[in-house]
């Protein structure tokens, strides 16, 4: 059995490569977005409905876009927020949370994560979308 210290492993691991889909960034940061409080639901679009109609669960990475690189990735978020949620807050902890993630599950380096405020809504607004 060859070990890491075997040359023959340590020349197997420099000739391969670990790559992630943009679903797999997209689903992180949405896991961390279910999370922060005041986030009341990402907002998607024509794009998200489609893929949802294609039999993939698309729920937890709506209004989510990763661009994926070797060593970088980048995340576009569209969410609806709660009327009296501080929207800087939420970017800050969003941040956070989705770097630290990112970095311990993939080893990538979040390098931008842009969030887009499609609306915010009061109490009543929400559970009249809920019903």
């Known amino acids: 059995m060859q070990t890491m210290t075997d040359p023959g492993v340590a020349t197997l691991k420099t000739n391969s490569k670990l790559t ?5 960034l997209e689903k992180i940061a949405g896991v961390c977005a279910q999370k922060i409080p005041g986030i009341l639901a990402m907002d998607g679009n024509v794009v998200d409905k489609m893929a949802e109609s294609l039999g993939r669960d698309e729920k937890i990475t709506k209004g989510i876009k990763a ?3 070797e060593h970088q990735v980048a995340i576009d978020m569209t969410a609806l927020l709660a009327f009296d949620a501080d ?4 970017h800050d902890a969003l941040i956070q949370d989705v770097d630290t993630a990112v970095m311990r599950m993939t080893g990538l380096q979040l390098v931008e994560l842009n969030l887009h ?6 109490r009543s607004e929400w559970q009249k979308r809920q019903s």
């Open 67 to 69: 661009e994926v690189g």
């Open 87 to 90: 929207a800087r807050e939420i």
């Open 117 to 122: 405020v499609s609306d915010v809504l009061t």
């Open 20 to 24: 992630f889909d943009p679903y797999v």
